[in-house]
């Protein structure tokens, strides 16, 4: 398990405290009021809304809370104006960050996200500076408690995946980007549910971080995990599991 996965799978945990779910459902609300105001309120005819109405369905979020997120973005209800962007930078080591936000001020998200890397040793780029390092897939995301490897890889493979590993607790099943919900539907009608489906950036490299710059690296992560404007941190790092541990406890 490469460094960055396994530090997502440490996020992943921690999200699970009632605090965190808070953030989480602000999150999804962004996501669902976004997609909606972009591609309309008809989730069969608008992918990304139907991708963000699933997962906040999946993390348990009430359907009006949902319903009235719909209506923000599709301008029936009077809600905030979101914006989306990217922002890309090196942190400490020579890390690959990519950052995307939906935020009502940007001015505001991006001095934020420039402090949080000044102050941690890292470096706000230009646009494109780190964008080409990752590559856009999907990822769907399933139980492995629930579901056993060898099934999860049959269906998966079947269904027209790409690729399906193991990292912990999950199977995470990566697809080309425009067959996201073909191959979702098609783990559903072989009897597997998702958890989660989302549009992910993928390195095509990693870079090794070590000592004081790897402690340094997943502090500037979290910070930026954790800013209500971040709606997703992608990175290239790779750091070894022991100051893993250490970091996140």
Not at 188 to 199: D, L, T, W, Y
Request: proline share 3%.
């Amino acid at each position: 398990m490469s460094g960055h996965s396994k530090w997502a799978q440490i996020k992943r945990k921690k999200a699970v405290t009632d605090a965190k779910r808070g953030a989480l459902f602000t999150r999804l609300i962004k996501e669902v009021t976004i997609a909606a105001r972009q591609g309309g309120g008809d989730p069969d005819g608008n992918a990304r809304l139907r991708t963000a109405i699933d997962n906040a369905k999946a993390a348990n979020m009430p359907n009006d809370n949902i319903e009235r997120a719909i209506k923000k973005g599709t301008g029936e209800l009077e809600g905030v104006s979101y914006e989306e962007a990217t922002y890309e930078g090196y942190g400490p080591g020579g890390a690959a960050i990519l950052i995307q936000v939906t935020s009502d001020n940007l001015n505001r998200t991006v001095a934020a996200i420039r402090h949080a890397f000044t102050k941690n040793g890292g470096n706000l780029g230009e646009p494109n500076s780190v964008a080409w390092v990752f590559d856009k897939r999907g990822q769907i995301y399933l139980d492995a408690a629930k579901y056993p490897e060898e099934v999860a890889m049959d269906a998966a493979l079947e269904a027209g995946a790409e690729d399906i590993v193991t990292e912990g607790d999950q199977h995470i099943v990566t697809v080309p980007p425009t067959e996201l919900h073909k191959v979702r539907d098609a783990l559903k009608a072989a009897g597997i549910e998702a958890e989660q489906a989302e549009m992910a950036m993928i390195p095509r490299t990693t870079v090794r971080i070590e000592g004081k710059d790897a402690e340094r690296l997943l502090k500037l992560m979290d910070i930026l995990e954790e800013h209500d404007d971040v709606s997703k941190v992608s990175s290239n790092f790779d750091i070894d599991a022991e100051t893993l541990a250490a970091v996140s406890e």
